[in-house]
């Protein structure tokens, strides 16, 4: 908010005066080469200088993990215990002043992916599918089409801009969400 202060009919100053109590911010963290207790460090110092930034007030803490990382395979599979020591980390981090809002995977694993979408078999027939279809805008349309029902019934606070089913857009970043999800489960290899 600015405060105006007018002397006559002229403006003589303006001060900018900040009224929020809570701050939100989204942090970027890359786990390029990164084993566990460096994670917990780099996300450390990233809400350290959050908080600092937010100048006392509360901050709400998005954490973004990027990169390609060997840790991608625990990441996805041991999701819920990674969220729970971050959450801590951030607390430690900002003692009383920082919350995790969410931790959101952008993370994967140098493979040999010419390999794996060369195997003739269920998992490169997946791959190849899964690599084709946020470009196919014939396909894409038809799953939309096809994820009808599931979005009529989902709560409608669920179907947010982050879960539009009619976005083809949106359905190609899920597309490559699944890819990263399903392939450590099914091969052992991170894709």
């Given at each position: 908010?600015?405060?105006?202060a007018?002397?006559?009919?002229?403006?003589?100053?303006?001060e900018?005066?900040?009224?929020?109590?809570?701050?939100?911010?989204?942090?970027?963290?890359?786990?390029?080469?990164?084993?566990?207790?460096?994670l917990h460090?780099?996300v450390?110092?990233?809400?350290?200088?959050?908080?600092?930034?937010a100048?006392?007030?509360?901050?709400?803490?998005?954490?973004?993990?990027?990169g390609?990382?060997?840790?991608?395979r625990?990441?996805?599979?041991?999701?819920?215990?990674?969220?729970n020591e971050?959450?801590?980390a951030?607390?430690?981090a900002?003692?009383?002043?920082?919350w995790?809002?969410?931790?959101k995977?952008?993370?994967?694993?140098?493979?040999?992916?010419?390999?794996?979408?060369?195997?003739?078999?269920?998992i490169?027939?997946?791959?190849?599918?899964?690599?084709a279809?946020?470009?196919?805008?014939?396909?894409?349309?038809?799953?939309?089409?096809e994820?009808?029902?599931l979005?009529?019934?989902l709560?409608?606070?669920?179907?947010?801009?982050?879960?539009?089913?009619?976005?083809?857009?949106?359905?190609?970043?899920?597309v490559?969400?699944v890819?990263?999800?399903?392939?450590?489960?099914l091969t052992?290899?991170?894709?």
């Amino acid at each position: 908010m600015s405060l105006v202060a007018i002397e006559g009919s002229k403006v003589a100053g303006v001060e900018h005066r900040d009224l929020d109590v809570v701050r939100w911010t989204q942090i970027y963290v890359d786990v390029v080469d990164a084993d566990e207790d460096e994670l917990h460090s780099r996300v450390r110092v990233a809400v350290e200088a959050a908080a600092e930034e937010a100048d006392e007030r509360l901050v709400a803490i998005r954490i973004v993990l990027s990169g390609e990382t060997a840790l991608h395979r625990t990441l996805v599979v041991e999701r819920e215990r990674l969220v729970n020591e971050l959450r801590a980390a951030v607390s430690d981090a900002a003692p009383g002043q920082a919350w995790l809002e969410r931790v959101k995977l952008e993370t994967s694993v140098p493979a040999d992916v010419t390999r794996l979408i060369a195997r003739d078999d269920a998992i490169g027939g997946l791959l190849r599918t899964l690599r084709a279809l946020p470009v196919d805008q014939a396909a894409l349309t038809a799953l939309s089409d096809e994820l009808a029902d599931l979005k009529r019934k989902l709560p409608a606070d669920v179907t947010d801009e982050d879960l539009n089913l009619d976005d083809p857009a949106v359905i190609a970043g899920l597309v490559g969400e699944v890819e990263h999800l399903l392939l450590p489960r099914l091969t052992g290899v991170e894709s």
